[in-house]
T-cell receptor, first 114, second 114 residues
Framework: GAGVSQTPSNKVTEKGKYVELRCDPI?????LYWYRQSLGQGPEFLIYFQGTGAADDSGLPNDRFFAVRPEGSVSTLKIQRTERGDSAVYLCASSGTSYNNEQFFGPGTRLTVL | AQSVTQPDIHITVSEGASLELRCNYSYGATPYLFWYVQSPGQGLQLLLK??????LVQGIKGFEAEFKRSQSSFNLRKPSVHWSDAAEYFCAVGDNNAGNMLTFGGGTRLMVKP
């Protein structure tokens, strides 16, 4: 079956603009995670969904970042008033349940803020 | 808070030589531990994981890792490296009290000499 997909693969925007990044998890996976990977660093946790609800959003850096998963499948990460420091690869992962299960990662969206 | 340290930023080995990548973690309870590999332009792929039981874990592509609680380590090993193993390797610890969100180390970039 299909893996985790993310769109777009690349996004270039100007400082101050709004962007949306989409994640399609593996069908049937209930847990969905967003991570951010800056150049030369490991991924950092942003937010985790169990079903439709955000179970843990402690990794979101500030209130410009928001994510939704309205039907418990596709998720959208939304960034308002983008800043140059938001430039990174945004990774999405899904798993069958949140415990004792492998997280399957998508290829990521590379966001560049000019 | 949990943390992961990968002391070696870059490692170069000759093809056919053995490999050991170091990983040290900090976590209050029994950890869930993972090794992921990331090739250029590719998503993160799980090599192996430790949840409980046998402390020597076998993974894909001939990799293995050993969990040593006394040393808070989970080093990755391979007896004979192939040129295709050149990639970035990430060690991660899962928070089993928080939906298994992952905390990653900074990564080790492996280069393989012919």
């Amino acid at each position: 079956g299909a893996g985790v997909s993310q769109t777009p693969s690349n996004k270039v925007t100007e400082k101050g603009k709004y962007v949306e990044l989409r994640c399609d998890p593996i069908s049937g996976h209930t847990a969905l995670y967003w991570y951010r990977q800056s150049l030369g660093q490991g991924p950092e946790f942003l937010i985790y969904f169990q079903g439709t609800g955000a179970a843990d959003d402690s990794g979101l850096p500030n209130d410009r970042f928001f994510a939704v998963r309205p039907e418990g499948s596709v998720s959208t990460l939304k960034i308002q008033r983008t800043e140059r420091g938001d430039s990174a690869v945004y990774l999405c992962a899904s798993s069958g349940t949140s415990y004792n299960n492998e997280q399957f990662f998508g290829p990521g969206t590379r966001l560049t803020v000019l | 808070a949990q943390s992961v340290t990968q002391p070696d930023i870059h490692i170069t080995v000759s093809e056919g030589a053995s490999l050991e990548l170091r990983c040290n973690y900090s976590y209050g309870a029994t950890p869930y531990l993972f090794w992921y590999v990331q090739s250029p332009g590719q998503g993160l792929q799980l090599l192996l994981k430790y949840f409980s039981g046998d402390t020597l874990v076998q993974g894909i592509k001939g990799f293995e890792a050993e969990f040593k609680r006394s040393q808070s380590s989970f080093n990755l090993r391979k007896p004979s490296v192939h040129w295709s193993d050149a990639a970035e390797y990430f060690c991660a610890v899962g928070d089993n009290n928080a939906g298994n969100m992952l905390t990653f180390g900074g990564g080790t970039r492996l280069m393989v000499k012919p």
